[in-house]
């Protein structure tokens, strides 16, 4: 495998040629934000939290630093008045729709983003992908996919495959940025009233629908999942 050199934030660094902005910046030492990453998926570029700026012959641009490859005298910016910007608006949207996640509250005060700038609209669930890539990649099982375009996009089990797979396996939890653990309750909801979920949660009558409580916490709880 070929080596480039690429500077970073003034460092020199040397990548592998397959290697990402992202991959790159982390083998130096060097920190990037991201929501939708994990090391072990495919990235997908989807959140924009990662994004820097990359300057190469002559032009500069805005990239995510997760799926950007790395090359030969590439320059990469991973703070500036515009990158932080860009992340302190991504961090307030999404924080409408997780407001009870420690990642982007971390992201919030890193950033100096308005926790409040956004209506709130908790779905609990900011859409990054990564219980659906892991049951997919990972498990290879496809038990959680996406449902829907748009502003009705949301994750699903697959009861059927759920059913089967799910209870013992609840390996997608712990990758979930929402502490709210959105895909637990999604889980629950996909598996009633089948029997695996006769299990009374919090807030419900023994063999009732599942019902979302405040910031899912209790469901967590419910599933005996770890974070
Ligand atoms: S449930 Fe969590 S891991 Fe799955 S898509 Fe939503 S935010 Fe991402
Ligand atoms: S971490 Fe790069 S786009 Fe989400």
Same mark, same amino acid.
């Given at each position: 495998?070929?080596?480039?050199?690429?500077?970073?934030?003034?460092? %020199?660094? #040397?990548?592998?040629?397959?290697?990402?902005?992202?991959?790159?910046?982390? *083998?130096?030492?060097?920190?990037?934000? #991201?929501?939708?990453?994990?090391?072990?998926?495919?990235?997908?570029?989807?959140?924009?939290?990662?994004? @820097?700026?990359?300057? /190469?012959?002559?032009? $500069? +641009?805005?990239?995510?630093?997760? &799926?950007?490859?790395?090359?030969?005298?590439?320059?990469?910016?991973?703070?500036?008045?515009? &990158?932080?910007?860009? =992340?302190?608006?991504?961090?307030?949207?999404?924080?409408?729709?997780?407001?009870?996640?420690?990642?982007?509250?971390?992201? /919030?005060?890193?950033?100096?983003? %308005?926790? %409040? =700038? !956004? $209506?709130?609209?908790?779905? !609990?669930? &900011?859409?990054?992908?990564?219980?659906?890539?892991?049951?997919?990649?990972?498990?290879?099982?496809? /038990?959680?996919? !996406?449902?829907? =375009?748009?502003?009705?996009?949301?994750?699903?089990? @697959?009861?059927?495959?759920?059913?089967?797979?799910?209870? %013992?396996?609840?390996?997608? !939890?712990?990758?979930?940025? $929402? +502490?709210?653990?959105?895909?637990?309750?999604?889980?629950?909801?996909?598996?009633?009233?089948?029997? +695996? *979920? *006769? =299990?009374?949660?919090?807030?419900?009558?023994?063999?009732?629908?599942?019902?979302?409580?405040?910031?899912?916490?209790?469901?967590?709880?419910? $599933?005996?999942?770890?974070?």
């Amino acid at each position: 495998m070929s080596e480039v050199s690429l500077t970073i934030d003034g460092k %020199d660094v #040397t990548a592998e040629e397959d290697m990402t902005i992202l991959g790159a910046a982390q *083998s130096a030492g060097i920190s990037i934000p #991201t929501v939708c990453h994990h090391d072990a998926l495919k990235p997908v570029g989807s959140c924009r939290l990662c994004t @820097v700026e990359a300057e /190469a012959g002559g032009g $500069t +641009s805005l990239v995510a630093a997760c &799926i950007h490859p790395v090359s030969e005298d590439l320059v990469v910016t991973t703070r500036s008045e515009q &990158i932080d910007e860009i =992340r302190k608006v991504l961090t307030e949207q999404l924080l409408a729709y997780a407001p009870e996640s420690g990642l982007l509250q971390s992201l /919030a005060e890193e950033y100096g983003a %308005d926790k %409040d =700038r !956004f $209506t709130k609209e908790p779905s !609990f669930c &900011i859409l990054c992908g990564m219980c659906v890539r892991y049951c997919t990649e990972i498990k290879q099982k496809n /038990a959680i996919g !996406f449902l829907d =375009r748009g502003a009705n996009r949301e994750i699903s089990f @697959v009861p059927e495959i759920a059913q089967r797979e799910c209870w %013992d396996c609840k390996e997608c !939890f712990p990758l979930c940025p $929402t +502490s709210a653990l959105q895909a637990a309750f999604v889980l629950m909801r996909s598996l009633t009233p089948l029997p +695996s *979920s *006769s =299990r009374p949660l919090p807030g419900e009558q023994e063999g009732g629908p599942p019902v979302a409580v405040d910031g899912n916490k209790e469901l967590l709880e419910a $599933t005996e999942v770890s974070k």
